[in-house]
T-cell receptor, first 111, second 115 residues
Framework: LAKTTQPISMDSYEGQEVNITCSHN???????ITWYQQFPSQGPRFIIQ???TKVTNEVASLFIPADRKSSTLSLPRVSLSDTAVYYC????????????FGAGTRLFVKA | DAGVTQSPTHLIKTRGQQVTLRCSPK?????VSWYQQALGQGPQFIFQ???????QRGNFPDRFSGHQFPNYSSELNVNALLLGDSALYLC??????????????FGPGTRLTVT
């Protein structure tokens, strides 16, 4: 099972770009990388998913180097409402026992 | 289009009792997964239901059981409650259980407190 390692917490200020890096050295060939966001007392919310190179949607960008042993979630111009826990998941799909949620990265956005 | 709904929102039980939590998946989804999230930790996978059968199971004891109904809704049952079962229980739905990657939609969760 591919284990992920993320920073425990990060601080930022409103309007800044935030990059959260996740390490997954044992990623398998058929594994995808998925990021979720979770606010207190709410269920996680899907942000973005990718397999290689770069993926961008209206919320974030995901950068994956050629060796796929790490990935970086990029949040452009964060606001106070982006304060949340961000989880990096690696697995063949985004559900089931093969997909493990770690402790996540707690992002604090300050005014 | 209703998202994933869960009931009840909060629940307080006594050690040794039994509890049933309920989940209705997002419209168009037929696969339901249940997770347990202890305070300060990430969600831990309990099991997944598809076509009314348990398809995958995480590292949880048999005290945790579930059911999926023909309308794709699901129940999570926990018997002989322990203090350590206190957690946020999350239900997630998706359009299919395996194959190409897909995103899960999570409900707001049920906060279970065991005293």
């Amino acid at each position: 099972l591919a284990k992920t390692t993320q920073p425990i917490s990060m601080d930022s200020y409103e309007g800044q770009e935030v990059n959260i890096t996740c390490s997954h050295n044992n990623i398998a060939t058929n594994d995808y990388i998925t990021w979720y966001q979770q606010f207190p007392s709410q269920g996680p919310r899907f942000i973005i998913q990718g397999y290689k190179t770069k993926v961008t949607n209206e919320v974030a960008s995901l950068f994956i180097p050629a060796d796929r042993k790490s990935s970086t979630l990029s949040l452009p111009r964060v606001s106070l409402s982006d304060t949340a826990v961000y989880y990096c998941l690696v697995g063949p799909n985004t559900g089931g026992f093969k997909t493990i949620f770690g402790a996540g990265t707690r992002l604090f956005v300050k005014a | 289009d209703a998202g994933v709904t869960q009931s009840p929102t909060h629940l307080i039980k006594t050690r040794g009792q039994q509890v049933t939590l309920r989940c209705s998946p997002k419209s168009g989804h037929d696969t339901v997964s249940w997770y347990q999230q202890a305070l300060g930790q990430g969600p831990q996978f309990i099991f997944q239901y598809y076509e009314e059968e348990e398809r995958q199971r995480g590292n949880f004891p048999d005290r945790f059981s579930g059911h999926q109904f023909p309308n794709y809704s699901s129940e999570l049952n926990v018997n002989a409650l322990l203090l350590g079962d206190s957690a946020l229980y999350l239900c997630a739905s998706s359009p299919r259980p395996d194959g190409l990657p897909y995103e899960q939609y999570f409900g707001p969760g049920t906060r279970l407190t065991v005293t």
